[in-house]
């Protein structure tokens, strides 16, 4: 009878250390999603009423400061994660593709780093090639890392990954709790219909 119930209970367990500890890592349902792109895999989305994003600020890995200011007008997709979380790791190739389609049209990708050790620790992981199952590859956007400011202010973070969509005015357009696989899909239409917005209040 217990070797029935045995992977229910080491289930719990696991979930039971993970809640002590005061993070979980959300679920995905692939391990490398695929191709993602285009409107058709993004769903019906759409933008979030408009919440005043909080300021910050955290360190580069070099130590040095970066404040929110340093964003003003900018897009941002701000993704909460760690060095340790799985799913995480399986968005960073969209990511990276996200971060080169958009960076010369005045968005940003920043990833704020979460419970991963020191700075030094950090930088030293990122230098090496991140291994998922046969694929490996780099990560090729900034990274800071985040501290408890920011995840107070920002939070509440129950989990990792967490991502949102900032809009040039500063405010979030859309959050996302763990790595689904339509989320870079959604977040490539949303960011077009901001830069639309984003053009139009321009022309006007």
């Given at each position: 009878?217990?070797?029935?119930?045995?992977?229910?209970?080491?289930?719990?367990?696991?979930?039971?250390?993970?809640?002590?500890?005061?993070?979980?890592?959300?679920?995905?349902?692939?391990?490398?999603?695929?191709?993602?792109?285009?409107?058709?895999?993004?769903?019906?989305?759409?933008?979030?009423?408009?919440?005043?994003?909080?300021?910050?600020?955290?360190?580069?890995?070099?130590?040095?400061?970066?404040?929110?200011?340093?964003?003003?007008?900018?897009?941002?997709?701000?993704d909460f994660?760690?060095?340790?979380?799985?799913?995480?790791?399986t968005e960073?190739?969209?990511?990276?593709?996200?971060?080169?389609?958009?960076?010369?049209?005045?968005?940003?990708?920043?990833?704020?780093?979460?419970?991963?050790?020191?700075?030094?620790?950090?930088?030293?992981?990122?230098?090496?090639?991140?291994?998922?199952?046969?694929?490996?590859?780099?990560?090729?956007?900034?990274?800071?890392?985040?501290?408890?400011?920011?995840?107070?202010?920002?939070?509440?973070?129950?989990?990792?990954?967490?991502?949102?969509?900032?809009?040039?005015?500063?405010?979030?357009?859309?959050?996302?709790?763990?790595?689904?696989?339509?989320?870079?899909?959604?977040?490539?239409?949303?960011i077009d219909?901001?830069?639309?917005?984003?053009?139009?209040?321009?022309?006007?």
């Amino acid at each position: 009878m217990l070797n029935k119930f045995r992977p229910a209970l080491l289930i719990l367990a696991i979930g039971a250390v993970a809640f002590s500890l005061g993070y979980v890592v959300f679920p995905h349902s692939e391990d490398i999603p695929g191709d993602i792109h285009g409107s058709a895999a993004a769903g019906n989305v759409s933008l979030d009423p408009s919440v005043s994003a909080p300021d910050f600020v955290v360190q580069t890995l070099d130590g040095a400061d970066v404040s929110s200011d340093e964003y003003e007008g900018k897009i941002m997709v701000v993704d909460f994660w760690a060095t340790w979380c799985g799913p995480c790791l399986t968005e960073i190739p969209h990511y990276n593709e996200l971060h080169a389609d958009y960076a010369d049209k005045g968005v940003e990708m920043l990833g704020v780093t979460f419970q991963s050790g020191s700075a030094e620790q950090v930088a030293d992981w990122i230098a090496r090639p991140i291994k998922i199952g046969t694929m490996e590859f780099k990560l090729d956007y900034p990274i800071v890392m985040g501290n408890r400011d920011i995840e107070v202010s920002w939070g509440p973070v129950y989990g990792f990954p967490m991502t949102y969509l900032v809009d040039s005015n500063w405010k979030i357009r859309k959050k996302w709790m763990g790595a689904i696989p339509s989320k870079t899909a959604q977040l490539r239409v949303l960011i077009d219909q901001l830069l639309e917005e984003q053009a139009e209040r321009e022309a006007n």
